[in-house]
């Protein structure tokens, strides 16, 4: 999705700092799944390949997973704050769970679970690997 979107270069720049939730490619087969016969904006019966050729919507996806200027680890997010993605008017949370933290979109009310966290390239920027997409409000 980041290279079909041409973002990739944002997300390689050396100098951001921001927080990135990388989804596993198993969330993105689901979400695939789940999206095989509705249809789309256009009237098409949607499709996996319909879907990757949506630009403007596969921006937002990736853009909903990162938390600009602001590059810290997963303990360090408060539960229940509102963190403002690159996406206008969407936001992310921690959510607690019987002890466990995980992550919900403003967009969806599945919760996401943390796969690794922490993880630094170096750079500015702090990436986590979660198990679902992190939806924006469609």
Known sequence: ??????????????????????????????????????????????????????LMFLHSIVKNHVVPYFNDNIENFEAGECYETMVSGECIKIVDENGTRHLQSSGAASLASFITTNANSGCPTIFHWIDKLLLPTL
């Open 1 to 54: 999705a980041v290279d079909a979107t041409g973002l990739n270069s944002v997300l390689d720049d050396s100098r951001l700092m921001a927080t990135v939730f990388l989804p596993t490619d198993d969330a993105f087969i689901d979400v695939l799944e789940s999206i095989k016969g509705q249809t789309s904006s256009l009237g098409d019966s949607m499709t996996p390949e319909l879907l990757l050729t949506d």
